[in-house]
């Protein structure tokens, strides 16, 4: 195995070389790499620098480069962890040449989560998380930290492969990126609350092709009841752009208040906020003092992040400025004249088009139309 070194925040480390002429150069490696990703990687570092655990397990190691991060740059207990032999093996290696105190164990990555606690544990598999879930619910203490990268199931693209994983129905909408997001988090929820056990969102986002959750954990029924609260469905019309929400675990029927048709549910997934400003803010104080190549870019996703509404579903403004035959203004501008009607409204994290409001649907189209 050709390996190269690499650096990432203030950590060095060793990386199969990869083939840039092929279409996924990572995914044909002997051990997964993926440079897409020192953003999620960045975060997590940030954020861990915050919250101080104890213990923290990277329970998919594959190079290492996440945990090995965790312990350079951050200065806390780490398990890193692959079940491939080659993995190990340039973990190892990896550990060795930054003389970390890091414990590296070849295990099924279930097996090992069901066996040992940790204060936080960090599933970022290639793929879907779903396997690994409940297992990592019984072993992570204080925090739990979830990456998956099967955006199209998430979002509704691939519709029976996302009810095999979830447990839902996420739907194809326009705003595919918050249904991704918010039924993996309802899947996560569902997998914690059966151990009575409650979860609080630290920082979630979707970016590009994954979406990433920070979670805390609280024990306790009362816990696991105030969450399960917060399980409902956005309620999608099939022929307009009006939705709603509605909070439950099973969804009753609602019909459009526009154009009278029947709403189709979309989840079950997670209504409420996906953030904690007192986490993100904490964030935005520890940023200049840390290492991070895409700190221009953690800078303006934890702005947009703490202005973000707790809606469940975005409208696309430029796609209701086509159905009114008008030029878009700018997102801004938009915002500015609900906020002056009295309405609340913001962008959302992973779309440029994107604008949250509580704003009903004929106001909405009046402002962008002009009227």
């Known amino acids: 195995m ?30 997964f790499y993926n440079p897409r990703m020192e953003l999620s990687r960045d975060t997590t570092v940030l954020l861990l620098l915050t919250l101080r655990p104890e213990s923290y397990l990277d329970a998919m190691g594959a190079s290492g480069v996440r945990g090995l991060r965790v312990a350079r740059e951050v200065g806390i207990p780490v398990t890193i962890n692959d079940r491939n032999p080659m993995a190990v093996d340039l973990i190892r290696r990896n550990v060795g040449t930054a003389d970390l105190r890091t ?32 297992s990592a619910a019984r072993s992570a203490g204080r925090y739990l930290f979830v990456t998956a990268t099967d955006t199209a199931p998430l979002c509704g693209a691939h519709l029976k ?14 705003y595919h990126a918050e249904v991704g997001l918010r039924t993996l988090l309802g899947f996560v929820v569902r997998e914690v609350i059966k151990y009575d056990r409650g979860v609080e969102p630290l920082f979630c986002y979707a970016h590009e092709h994954f979406h990433r959750l920070h979670l805390r954990l609280r024990d306790g029924a009362a816990a696991a009841d105030r969450t399960l609260a917060r399980i409902g469905y956005v309620m999608q019309c099939p022929h307009c752009l009006y939705r709603s929400e509605q909070v439950g675990m099973l969804p009753e029927p609602e019909e459009c208040t526009l154009c009278g048709a029947n709403l189709v549910p979309v989840g079950p997934l997670w209504t409420g906020r996906i953030n904690d400003d007192r986490t993100l803010f904490e964030m935005q104080e520890a940023l200049p003092d840390v290492t991070a ?28 400025a086509k159905t009114q035959r008008v030029s878009p203004g700018s ?13 609340r409204a ?12 509580d704003a009903p649907l004929p106001v909405l189209e009046d402002v962008i139309s002009g009227g």
């Open 2 to 31: 050709d390996i190269v070194e690499v650096t990432e925040g203030k950590t060095r480390f060793f990386v199969p070389k990869q083939d840039p002429h092929l279409q996924f150069p990572p995914g044909n490696s002997p051990v």
């Open 293 to 320: 190549g895409t700190g221009p870019r953690i800078t303006r996703l934890l702005e947009t992040c703490r202005q973000e509404l707790d809606t469940s579903s975005h409208y696309d403004y430029h796609v209701i």
């Open 161 to 174: 492969a996302g009810m095999r994983r979830y447990f839902s129905c996420p739907r194809n909408t326009e």
């Open 103 to 134: 414990e590296v164990t070849r295990e099924d990555a279930n097996v090992l989560m069901s066996s040992r606690r940790f204060d936080a544990v960090d599933l970022d598999p290639f793929g879907t998380p779903a396997p690994f879930v409940d």
């Open 346 to 357: 913001s962008r959302a994290h992973y779309s440029g088009t994107a604008l949250k409001t």
């Open 331 to 343: 997102i801004g501008t938009v915002i500015e004249r609900l906020s002056a009607l009295g309405y």
